[in-house]
T-cell receptor, first 115, second 114 residues
Framework: AQSVTQLDSQVPVFEEAPVELRCNYSSSVSVYLFWYVQYPNQGLQLLLKYLSGSTLVKGINGFEAEFNKSQTSFHLRKPSVHISDTAEYFCAVFSSGAGSYQLTFGKGTKLSVIP | DGGITQSPKYLFRKEGQNVTLSCEQNLNHDAMYWYRQDPGQGLRLIYYSQIVNDFQKGDIAEGYSVSREKKESFPLTVTSAQKNPTAFYLC?????????????FGPGTRLTVL
């Protein structure tokens, strides 16, 4: 069975500082990796995804993530955060499995940007 | 505008009552999903549907039921058998069930059992 670990439940950071939100996964097969963002009392919105090819993936709002197969990680980064980035961020992993749908979400990281 | 709508936004239920949450999409997507979100728990899959008149149980289907009679609609019924139904419920859709597809989410329904 696959699992997703988001290592930090809360991350406070000052405005214009860089941030990294960490995500590790476990899966014995090839995977697709996603980062979603959720603003308060709203649904989730895709930030970026890795399917294949270049391990550095660029997404919306200036975010990027790097797939590291040897470390089974997919950390999300932004070089300079804004107040509007305050939200909860979810890492998700899909791995192929016979006869079932397996998209697993992490428990989320709440990013708080401090003015 | 294309998207997913969920109604109602807030729902209150007395213990022992069944309630139905609505989910409609106009994205022409084949696949639809229902998730439950609890604080600090991430999203857990309740049911998913790959195509009309077909649906599969997810990780936490007990106490829930769904139907998929139309491509654009995927209502979720929370039955009295669900022991702890208070949660935020999210509906999503994607072009197909393949893993690389992006899921598009509705705004959610917050259910509270009184």
């Amino acid at each position: 069975a696959q699992s997703v670990t988001q290592l930090d439940s809360q991350v406070p950071v000052f405005e214009e500082a860089p941030v990294e939100l960490r995500c590790n996964y476990s899966s014995s097969v090839s995977v697709y990796l996603f980062w979603y963002v959720q603003y308060p009392n709203q649904g989730l919105q895709l930030l970026l995804k890795y399917l294949s090819g270049s391990t550095l993936v660029k997404g919306i709002n200036g975010f990027e993530a790097e797939f590291n197969k040897s470390q089974t990680s997919f950390h999300l980064r932004k070089p300079s955060v804004h107040i509007s980035d305050t939200a909860e961020y979810f890492c998700a992993v899909f791995s192929s499995g016979a006869g079932s749908y397996q998209l697993t979400f992490g428990k989320g990281t709440k990013l708080s940007v401090i003015p | 505008d294309g998207g997913i709508t969920q109604s109602p936004k807030y729902l209150f239920r007395k213990e022992g009552q069944n309630v139905t949450l609505s989910c409609e999409q106009n994205l022409n997507h084949d696949a639809m999903y229902w998730y439950r979100q609890d604080p600090g728990q991430g999203l857990r899959l309740i049911y998913y549907s790959q195509i009309v008149n077909d649906f599969q149980k997810g990780d936490i289907a007990e106490g829930y039921s769904v139907s998929r009679e139309k491509k654009e609609s995927f209502p979720l019924t929370v039955t009295s058998a669900q022991k702890n139904p208070t949660a935020f419920y999210l509906c999503a859709s994607s072009p197909g069930l393949a893993g690389g597809n992006t899921q598009y989410f509705g705004p959610g329904t917050r259910l509270t059992v009184l």
